[in-house]
């Protein structure tokens, strides 16, 4: 077996460079940024209001109302001190204004105003949020609403993304049925392909799934539709050493290269990684739930092109384990700060991480993990 490390650089050393691609601003939400994006203008663009209220000519009233501008009407050329223009929310503000008086806060009769101001009050300045060549969001950044907002106040309609591979999902096994069928006596719904479609998801692929049972024809028949399509393929299942344990034989005749097959690590020891002479990748994930998650996070992720990042976090309680294997365990992040690890009944089951927020990442040669020490933590990415 190799280490984690070991893995993860075999893994960098043959990721797919997909090309970038353009991507409308309502369809870029998840996906990560080609280059970097800066302000082609000032932002503001123009000095314009806050409010609705009176933009004024001096610090001392009352003022005479001589005109009246609304958003997205030219502002008159100017002022004098004893002068006011109605002015509305977002409308450019006139030159020569001391300030702007709130609608509330004046009071107006018989063409005059009276109120109290403050030198630039309730204005909004040119450029104060971001001036032209602004570094709105860096290259590498997974973007989200607010950038995607950012970007549409710069007047992008499009924007340059790392483009997506295509990716196949194919689960293994005669004990998996999708879910809404019916069980039979050993049979499991299969959860994995749902967790792995749905974390492809929030990057902005959309997976196909495909599944097959314990039969090496079959088996061979789905990836060969796969490898089609697929720049990637992550299968579930059948990559352990039993008598149904298919997977690898198969994905060799596909002509895949196995690259490594089993990392110390707990849990997803079984774990493959494989490439073909074309570029295209294979995953062959253990079909426990927390291994395939494992999996997922730590060594798919990193053909994907994320690059694998703990926070560093105290442990809230202690905790013994046994020694041999790098770890990986549900964890939940306190409001202290501090993270606790979860109690798990095996990798088998699903429900560890509903209440966890990322996973802790243990050392092989750790005993026992002391209350207060620091522990590497990966955050889940939906969170």
Same mark, same amino acid.
């Given at each position: 077996?190799?280490?984690?490390?070991?893995?993860?650089?075999?893994?960098?050393?043959?990721?797919?460079?997909?090309?970038?691609?353009?991507?409308?601003?309502?369809?870029?939400?998840?996906?990560?940024?080609?280059?970097?994006?800066?302000?082609?203008?000032?932002?503001?663009?123009?000095?314009?209001?806050?409010?609705?209220?009176?933009?004024?000519?001096?610090?001392?009233?009352?003022?005479?109302?001589?005109?009246?501008?609304?958003?997205?009407?030219?502002?008159?050329?100017?002022?004098?001190?004893?002068?006011?223009?109605?002015?509305?929310?977002?409308?450019?503000?006139?030159?020569?204004?001391?300030?702007?008086?709130?609608?509330?806060?004046?009071?107006?009769?018989?063409?005059?105003?009276?109120?109290?101001?403050?030198?630039?009050?309730?204005?909004?300045?040119?450029?104060?949020?971001?001036?032209?060549?602004?570094?709105?969001?860096?290259?590498?950044?997974?973007?989200?609403?607010?950038?995607?907002?950012?970007?549409?106040?710069?007047?992008?309609?499009?924007?340059?993304?790392?483009?997506?591979?295509?990716?196949?999902?194919?689960?293994?096994?005669?004990?998996?049925?999708?879910?809404?069928?019916?069980?039979?006596?050993?049979?499991?719904?299969?959860?994995?392909?749902?967790?792995?479609?749905?974390?492809?998801?929030? =990057?902005? *692929?959309?997976?196909?799934?495909?599944?097959? %049972?314990?039969?090496? $024809?079959? /088996?061979? &028949? @789905?990836?060969?539709? #796969?490898?089609?399509?697929?720049?990637?393929?992550?299968?579930?299942?059948?990559?352990?050493?039993?008598?149904?344990?298919?997977?690898?034989?198969?994905?060799?005749?596909?002509?895949?290269?196995?690259?490594?097959?089993?990392?110390?690590?707990?849990?997803?020891?079984?774990?493959?990684?494989?490439?073909?002479?074309?570029?295209?990748?294979?995953?062959?994930?253990?079909?426990?739930?927390?291994?395939?998650?494992?999996?997922?996070?730590?060594?798919?992720?990193?053909?994907?092109?994320?690059?694998?990042?703990?926070?560093? =976090?105290? *442990?809230?309680?202690?905790?013994?384990?046994? %020694?041999?294997?790098? $770890?990986? /365990?549900? &964890? @939940?992040?306190?409001? #202290?700060?501090?993270?606790?690890?979860?109690?798990?009944?095996?990798?088998?089951?699903?429900?560890?991480?509903?209440?966890?927020?990322?996973?802790?990442?243990?050392?092989?040669?750790?005993?026992?993990?002391?209350?207060?020490?620091?522990?590497?933590?990966?955050?889940?990415?939906?969170?």
């Amino acid at each position: 077996m190799i280490t984690v490390e070991e893995a993860l650089s075999i893994i960098r050393d043959h990721r797919r460079t997909i090309p970038t691609e353009g991507v409308e601003l309502i369809r870029a939400l998840g996906r990560v940024l080609a280059k970097d994006v800066v302000s082609p203008f000032d932002l503001p663009l123009f000095d314009n209001s806050a409010m609705d209220g009176f933009a004024v000519g001096s610090p001392e009233g009352p003022w005479e109302i001589v005109d009246e501008v609304a958003a997205g009407a030219t502002a008159p050329m100017g002022i004098q001190p004893c002068q006011a223009v109605r002015i509305f929310t977002g409308a450019p503000v006139p030159s020569r204004t001391y300030g702007i008086i709130a609608q509330e806060d004046a009071s107006e009769q018989e063409g005059l105003v009276v109120g109290e101001v403050r030198k630039g009050g309730h204005v909004r300045f040119q450029a104060e949020e971001a001036p032209a060549g602004h570094l709105v969001a860096q290259k590498g950044a997974t973007l989200t609403p607010p950038h995607l907002a950012a970007f549409a106040s710069c007047g992008l309609a499009k924007v340059e993304v790392r483009g997506l591979p295509n990716v196949t999902i194919l689960s293994t096994g005669n004990e998996v049925v999708p879910p809404g069928q019916s069980l039979q006596y050993g049979q499991i719904f299969n959860s994995n392909a749902t967790a792995l479609a749905s974390a492809l998801a929030l =990057r902005g *692929i959309r997976a196909q799934v495909r599944h097959a %049972p314990d039969s090496q $024809e079959e /088996l061979r &028949a @789905q990836i060969h539709e #796969s490898i089609q399509s697929s720049e990637l393929l992550i299968t579930t299942g059948g990559v352990s050493v039993g008598a149904y344990d298919l997977v690898r034989a198969a994905m060799e005749e596909a002509g895949f290269h196995v690259r490594f097959h089993g990392v110390a690590v707990k849990p997803g020891k079984p774990i493959a990684f494989g490439v073909r002479e074309d570029g295209k990748a294979w995953f062959g994930l253990p079909g426990n739930p927390l291994s395939t998650w494992v999996g997922y996070l730590v060594f798919v992720s990193t053909w994907l092109g994320d690059e694998f990042q703990c926070e560093s =976090r105290q *442990i809230a309680k202690t905790m013994d384990r046994k %020694p041999g294997r790098e $770890e990986f /365990l549900p &964890a @939940q992040r306190l409001p #202290s700060g501090e993270v606790t690890i979860r109690n798990l009944i095996g990798s088998h089951a699903n429900f560890g991480l509903l209440e966890s927020d990322g996973l802790v990442r243990i050392d092989p040669d750790v005993i026992t993990l002391v209350q207060g020490e620091h522990i590497d933590f990966l955050p889940f990415p939906w969170n």
